[in-house]
């Protein structure tokens, strides 16, 4: 039996979370901005035709937005996450395996499809998540997954109607390889790129011609399973499970510049209760966590950057006991006078709830305080995130990033449901 894998990747998938439900942008040009309505991260492919580059700040390519009627909208990562887990669960149903690469690409096992069967079969998958989710797909299937990784790019390029390219022979692996350039092969990038190009290296198929020792001396262990992957030996495999973070940092910019002390208590409970939702969910505990505050480093106002890093005597996903130490840590590096733009919080040395190591010389964790904290996801899992969150959290949020031409959360909250008249 023929080893296979497939890479499924939404296709502008931002853009095409806003296209489900807003009819009138089903056919405009549209981008959708970063944090604060700063940078471009997601264009539609009427946006990319009209030469709107990936990244670009708002306010600079206001002009060709203004000229073609481009649309617009802020980031809403709600309707993006839910969409996307709707995606992936329709894969699950459609294939024998699925590995979730991100938040739009999934790696699918086909080995027990035939492989005369392979184009059929994911151009059916192609249609069926189309029609259950809204979102278009793009499906590269090759023996590798750094070829599908490949193959997946091919069909966006060449074969956009179609949106399915499975490399199944020689002859097609090699036109694939001649046709890629270097540094849009997976892993390579810009760097790797230009030092490749420097030693005449242009397209992925040089790559594969360079000697073995050359590769591994230059790129370790990780480049050389890259080369032979290019080659067509299978050196990844599939990973169904998804592997529990060691580290877990929320942190934000702000949309306004924050002087006080409360409005900084407000933001980093805010993101510590993200951090501990998050080890929840993953069923572990923290042994450190950190808080940091910055101000802007781009403006010409007074410059402050501080962080402190805390331990836990017993490891903990409770929000109160991380909440009092990030606000601790607060207290400690806080400077009065300054226009504070950013701030953040992590949780590391994360472990597994069952392998908590015990403290003889402290008193045991507050169970009451771990339940509180169950409860709480309970509810906004059920009614939507923040319907239960604690007072110091605050309300007014001044800190909140400007998000003035976000979307509904069409599919998460009941107040965001169309209504058809």
């Not at 490749?196 to 370790?220: C, I, M, W």
């Not at 006991?321 to 006078?337: D, Y």
């Not at 309300?395 to 009941?414: D, E, F, H, M, R």
Request: proline share 3%.
């Amino acid at each position: 039996m023929s080893k296979w894998f497939g890479l499924a990747d939404c296709n502008n998938f931002y853009a095409s979370c806003e296209r489900i439900f807003n009819l009138s942008v089903r056919d405009k040009p549209v981008v959708i901005l970063s944090n604060n309505d700063g940078c471009i991260i997601s264009r539609s492919q009427e946006a990319k035709d009209l030469g709107v580059p990936m990244g670009a700040a708002l306010h600079t390519i206001k002009p060709l937005i203004n000229k073609h009627k481009i649309e617009f909208f802020s980031s809403n990562y709600t309707l993006y996450g839910d969409i996307s887990a709707r995606v992936m669960n329709g894969l699950n149903d459609l294939c024998p395996a699925v590995e979730v690469y991100s938040i739009d690409e999934a790696f699918l096992d086909l080995s027990i499809i035939p492989d005369d069967e392979l184009f059929e079969f994911a151009v059916n998958v192609k249609k069926k998540i189309a029609k259950w989710t809204k979102i278009p797909i793009s499906i590269g299937i090759a023996p590798t997954k750094s070829l599908a990784k490949l193959a997946n790019r091919y069909a966006k390029k060449n074969f956009k109607e179609v949106g399915v390219f499975v490399i199944d022979s020689e002859e097609i692996l090699l036109k694939t390889l001649k046709e890629t350039a270097i540094e849009d092969v997976w892993g390579i990038g810009r760097k790797h790129g230009k030092f490749l190009k420097g030693e005449g290296v242009n397209t992925a198929y040089d790559f594969t011609q360079l000697p073995e020792h050359f590769v591994q001396k230059r790129f370790s262990i990780v480049g050389l399973r890259l080369y032979k992957e290019l080659k067509g030996q299978s050196c990844l495999n599939l990973t169904e499970f998804i592997e529990k973070k060691k580290v877990i940092l929320h942190s934000r910019s702000f949309g306004k510049y924050v002087q006080l002390i409360k409005d900084l208590e407000e933001a980093v409970t805010t993101f510590a209760n993200k951090c501990a939702e998050k080890l929840r969910l993953q069923d572990c505990c923290a042994c450190t966590v950190s808080v940091y505050i910055r101000t802007n480093p781009f403006s010409n106002k007074p410059q402050y950057y501080n962080g402190i890093t805390m331990n836990f005597d017993i490891p903990t996903s409770s929000t109160l006991e991380i909440q009092r130490k990030v606000l601790w840590g607060l207290k400690q590096i806080f400077v009065q006078g300054y226009d504070y733009k950013k701030a953040g919080v992590s949780v590391m040395g994360i472990v597994g709830k069952n392998e908590i190591q015990g403290n003889l010389f402290v008193p045991e964790p507050d169970i009451n305080a771990q339940k509180i904290s169950t409860l709480m996801d309970k509810i906004n899992a059920k009614f939507g995130k923040e319907t239960v969150k604690f007072a110091i959290q605050g309300t007014n949020n001044i800190w909140k990033g400007n998000a003035s031409k976000i979307s509904p959360k069409y599919t998460t909250l009941w107040k965001d449901l169309l209504q058809v008249e």
